[in-house]
């Protein structure tokens, strides 16, 4: 524990402060003769009971740290009164008596001083430091992201200390401000701490290492093919050069395949026409938002002809520059081919005379191709059939017909765009069919159900009859005057209506037979 001495003259009061340099302030305690607690800072001494060991600790009440120093007093009195022994003011001396007089101590004459020193001072005469630096945040190298603010406090015992900060930003305090710190503010940090009060200044100097970390950021997007175009079956090798700190994991992607690869530079093997889309170079390195770019890449098909097929692959880069939002940049890519079929096309519709039909072809080229609908018994043309445009490769043509007789048959589509000054044409067929009435079908069911519901009945109906005979005879005779009116007609002369009212004669004749 380090120690210092001082000496007080009784009644002279002299004050001793315990200083120390803290922020926010520290809690400061005297202690004496390790016991006794003095809660004042300012410690006062000037009667002989305050001699004694006296120790001051500081303590830090955000870091938790403490300093202790002792400081030893001693207080000098006296003298209070002169007396002599023995305690007389006058002494009889006869001759007889003791041959000689002496004092105690043996001195004829004494000198009394008034006081010592006027006065003695603990602090700030004794000095010291500065002791071993440190930092706040403790530690030699610190990551700080772009754009944040930064405070790096530098910490010593010392009680009248100058602070320097020097480093790409400079600061004459013990205080390193940083506020929205840029890239090009990292590096290397050093804090000095210059004792002023010792006849010979005391320094001492400790460096901390800071990095400024920011987000990716894609400077530039190449490949090798010239003019982002290159022959099918060749190799393309794209190039992704990012700015970040740390260093980024860069990845390069496609919407045609959810496969994906990683590293500065990729190499597409053997392009072919249909991997068409978007091709992304993403940067990431945990700072912000992953940053993306994409670059055209045109691949020419060769068809056979002499003349060659160019598409165009879109590729899509996007830029995020690490704050909340995004940076999109992108570069159609077209892949230049002739017309073929993007969907399968539905070759026959079915209709009725009244009936609209739509007729529709979904067509993949590029350029943008010309279309021409044609009846291939008539040669009619029909100009208004109507063409979208999906996307800078894909249309869709359609004809809405309301069916006449006439309208049923074979429908020719012409397709064509023009390619390095060359015409490529498709054509393409669809058949309306007639479709059957179902009125003679119909027709002919409802009769059959009709007789057979008739036929039911007519065995229900006679099925009663019979069990109603059966359980109930006949038991009396006409009169001879109604059989004989009847039998005496002639049979030619009976008529239906005559079979129909007059049952009960022909009954009586099958009863009469039975009998005979």
Request: proline share 5%; aromatic share 8%.
């Amino acid at each position: 524990m380090i120690s210092d001495n001082i000496d007080v003259i009784e009644g002279k009061s002299q004050s001793v402060n315990c200083l120390a340099d803290c922020n926010p302030d520290c809690n400061i305690t005297w202690y004496k003769d390790g016991s006794t607690t003095i809660l004042n800072n300012t410690l006062s001494l000037s009667t002989r009971d305050q001699t004694g060991s006296y120790t001051c600790t500081v303590r830090h009440t955000v870091l938790n740290k403490q300093l202790t120093k002792q400081l030893n007093v001693q207080i000098y009195y006296g003298p209070d009164k002169l007396t002599f022994s023995p305690d007389v003011t006058s002494i009889n001396i006869t001759e007889d008596g003791p041959d000689k007089l002496t004092f105690s101590p043996d001195i004829t004459s004494i000198n009394i001083t008034e006081d010592g020193p006027d006065k003695l001072t603990f602090s700030p005469d004794i000095t010291n430091g500065p002791d071993e630096l440190t930092f706040s945040p403790d530690v030699t190298s610190i990551n700080i992201i772009e754009g944040r603010d930064q405070t790096i406090t530098c910490l010593t015992d010392c009680y009248k200390c100058n602070y320097k900060w020097t480093g790409p930003i400079s600061s004459p305090s013990k205080d390193l401000v940083l506020t929205e710190i840029k890239r090009n503010q990292g590096g290397n940090y050093r804090c000095e701490a210059t004792n002023i009060k010792n006849t010979i200044p005391k320094t001492r100097s400790k460096s901390i290492q800071v990095n400024v970390h920011y987000p990716p950021y894609i400077t530039s997007i190449t490949s090798d093919a010239v003019n982002n175009e290159t022959d099918e079956g060749s190799d393309v090798t794209f190039y992704c050069n990012v700015n970040s700190k740390p260093v980024s994991t860069i990845t390069w992607s496609s919407s045609t395949s959810t496969d994906t690869n990683t590293g500065q530079q990729w190499t597409l093997t053997q392009a072919k026409c249909q991997v068409t889309g978007i091709y992304t170079c993403t940067a990431t390195n945990g700072i912000g938002q992953s940053t993306t770019k994409s670059l055209p890449l045109n691949i020419r098909s060769n068809n056979g002809i002499d003349q060659s097929t160019t598409k165009s692959l879109p590729l899509d880069i996007r830029s995020n520059n690490g704050i909340d939002q995004s940076t999109t940049k992108s570069l159609p890519l077209n892949i230049r081919c002739p017309p073929i079929l993007k969907e399968e096309l539905k070759k026959e519709i079915r209709g009725k005379i009244g009936e609209m039909v739509l007729l529709e072809i979904n067509i993949e080229a590029y350029p943008e191709p010309s279309f021409i609908w044609k009846q291939l018994m008539s040669d009619v043309e029909y100009p208004f059939a109507k063409t979208k445009k999906v996307s800078e490769n894909n249309f869709i043509s359609t004809l809405e017909i309301i069916l006449d007789q006439s309208s049923f048959g074979y429908y020719i589509i012409s397709v064509q765009n023009i390619i390095n000054s060359e015409t490529r044409a498709n054509t393409f067929g669809i058949k309306i069919i007639e479709e059957d009435s179902g009125i003679g079908i119909g027709f002919g069911t409802g009769i059959g159900v009709g007789i057979g519901i008739s036929v039911v009945i007519v065995i229900l109906v006679l099925l009663t009859i019979f069990i109603y005979r059966k359980y109930h005879p006949a038991k009396k005779k006409l009169p001879e005057e109604s059989y004989a009116t009847f039998s005496n007609r002639n049979p030619e002369d009976r008529t239906y209506e005559d079979l129909n009212t007059r049952p009960g004669v022909y009954e009586n004749d099958l009863h009469n037979a039975g009998r005979n």
